[in-house]
């Protein structure tokens, strides 16, 4: 049996709500607008810790001047941030 690395749960919390950040979406205002339950949210956590592409994400973030239409290429979370992002 094969066991997943899991990175760092703080690391991996604030890429999460950085990429949301930089896509204009606060994911505390969409669980205050039950928009995110915080099951989801901690599933959106996990799945970041368990992404290889965890150095991309960090550059992508780095190279960002404003708002971001789409999050980073490959993005684990890619489609739910979209979704949320279509509210604002």
């Not at 760092?8 to 604030?14: A, E, I, K, S, V």
Request: charged fraction near 20%; hydrophobic fraction near 35%; proline fraction near 5%.
């Amino acid at each position: 049996m094969t066991t997943q690395h899991r990175g760092d749960p703080g690391l991996h919390f604030w890429l999460t709500r950085s990429v949301a950040k930089v896509m204009g979406v606060s994911l505390s205002e969409e669980m205050a607008h039950d928009r995110l339950t915080a099951q989801e949210y901690a599933t959106m956590v996990t799945a970041c810790r368990e992404c290889a592409l965890v150095a991309s994400c960090q550059g992508w973030l780095g190279d960002q001047k404003g708002f971001a239409k789409t999050p980073p290429p490959g993005c684990v979370n890619g489609d739910i941030m979209q979704n949320l992002a279509r509210h604002h």
